[in-house]
């Protein structure tokens, strides 16, 4: 059995700890680490989200757009809350979660597409990332 990257590790962990925030928060079940972690996943959600659908781009290009993302789409959704008079800390932590969730699903139906019309080693270009190297 091999052991996982460090970077993997600390992503997967950085993401869980993120998510278990934003569930306290819609569920209402805060306690004093249900906002930091809240904040976590509001500033990397959509951001880790995204990193999978930018394969062709340099890393350091991926950070910069992963992390703009993060940003747009929790002031999209702020906004778009306030502008329609809808806003709650719960509602817009759903709604950002909403997101980050569709675009995962994005993800997955682009790879399985990409798998079934490519060739076996072709299916997921990019995939020697310097995310997932050791």
Not at 34 to 54: S, V
Not at 78 to 89: E, G, I, N, R, Y
Request: charged fraction near 15%; aromatic fraction near 4%; glycine fraction near 8%.
């Amino acid at each position: 059995m091999t052991m996982p990257c460090p970077r993997l590790l600390a992503v997967a962990v950085v993401a869980a700890l993120g998510l278990a925030g934003a569930t306290l928060t819609v569920l209402d079940m805060g306690g004093p680490l249900a906002g930091p972690l809240t904040l976590l996943f509001l500033l990397t959600g959509p951001g880790l989200a995204t990193w999978p659908l930018l394969p062709r781009l340099t890393p350091p290009a991926r950070v910069i757009v992963s992390g703009s993302v993060s940003f747009v789409v929790a002031m999209t959704v702020a906004q778009v809350m306030l502008s329609l008079d809808l806003w709650s800390v719960r509602g817009g932590v759903a709604a950002v979660m909403a997101v980050c969730g569709a675009i995962a699903v994005t993800d997955v139906v682009l790879t399985r597409r990409a798998a079934l019309t490519a060739e076996p080693d072709e299916a997921r270009p990019g995939e020697e990332d310097w995310l997932f190297e050791a």
